[in-house]
C-alpha cells in the first residue's frame, strides 16, 4: 500500500464548528482525493487535487473546501460543520487510474 | 449521467459456495473498471482491475471478473468462498483519460464458517 495517512482518525464536533482533516502521503502522487463513506452510498467524491494548488469539486462538495499547498499534503476543511457530515472520511492517491486508500477518519457531527 | 449500480446490498454465503457479485455501469466511451474490497475496520484495497485486452481478469485471493462491454457489466467471481472473504466490495469506473472514478453502493458480504 502507498504511504498515506490520515489525521485525527477519530473526531467529535458540535455542530456549527470548523474542522480540518489531513491526508499525508509519502509516495509522490500527482492526484489526491477526499471520499466520504455512508451506509446506502459507497464512496462519493468530494473533492480532489490534480497537482498543489491544483482543486476540483465531486459530486458532494457543498460545505467542504480543501488546500493544496505540497504534494504530499491535502487538507478537507468543514466550513462549519453539520450533522449531515457525520460520515467516515477517507483519503486516496494516485498516479494512475487506480486509488490507494488511507484508513479513513469517523467525524461524528453532534 | 454516469453511475455504477451493484445489484446485491448483501450475500450471504457458507463456505466453499461460489461467489458472483453483480456490477453494472452507465459511463460514455472508453472505461476502466474496478473491484475494490474493504475488510472490517480496513482501509478499501484493490482486488482487481481492467484497463483493456483481455475481458477476464484476474486479482488477489482467487478473485476474477469478466467486463462484457455490450451488458455495460464487470462481475466479480471467486468459485469458492473462504471465512475470510467477509468484506464489503465496491464496483468503481473511471475514463476517458479523467481520473474520477464512479463507486458503486457496494455489497456487504459474510461468509458462514
Known amino acids: 500500500d502507498a504511504g498515506i495517512t490520515q489525521s485525527p482518525r477519530h473526531k467529535v464536533t458540535e455542530t456549527g464548528t470548523p474542522v480540518t482533516l489531513r491526508c499525508h502521503q509519502t509516495e509522490n502522487h500527482r492526484y489526491m482525493y477526499w471520499y466520504r463513506q455512508d451506509p446506502g452510498h459507497g464512496l462519493r467524491l468530494i473533492h480532489y487535487s490534480y497537482g498543489v494548488k491544483d482543486t476540483d469539486k465531486g459530486e458532494v462538495s457543498d460545505g467542504y473546501s480543501v488546500s493544496r499547498s505540497k504534494t504530499e499534503d491535502f487538507l478537507l476543511t468543514l466550513e462549519s460543520a453539520t450533522s449531515s457530515q457525520t460520515s467516515v472520511y477517507f483519503c486516496?492517491?494516485?498516479?494512475?487510474?487506480?486509488?490507494?486508500f488511507g484508513p479513513g477518519t469517523r467525524l461524528t457531527v453532534t | 449521467a454516469q453511475s455504477v449500480s451493484q445489484h446485491n446490498h448483501h450475500v450471504i454465503l457458507s463456505e466453499a459456495a461460489s461467489l458472483e457479485l453483480g456490477c453494472n455501469y452507465s459511463?460514455?466511451?472508453?472505461?476502466?473498471l474496478f473491484w475494490y474490497v474493504q475488510y472490517p475496520g480496513q482501509h478499501l484495497q484493490l482486488l482487481l482491475k481492467y484497463f483493456s485486452g483481455d475481458p477476464l481478469v484476474k486479482g488477489i485471493k482467487g478473485f476474477e471478473a469478466e467486463f462484457i462491454k455490450s451488458k455495460f457489466s464487470f462481475n466479480l467471481r471467486k468459485p469458492s468462498v473462504q471465512w475470510s472473504d467477509t468484506a464489503e466490495y465496491f464496483c468503481?469506473?473511471?475514463?476517458?483519460?479523467?481520473?474520477?472514478?464512479?463507486f458503486g453502493a457496494g455489497t456487504r458480504l459474510f461468509v458462514k464458517a
Open positions: 468503481a469506473v473511471n475514463g476517458n483519460g479523467g481520473f474520477k472514478t464512479i
Open positions: 486516496a492517491t494516485g498516479d494512475s487510474y487506480e486509488q490507494y
Open positions: 459511463y460514455g466511451g472508453t472505461v476502466n
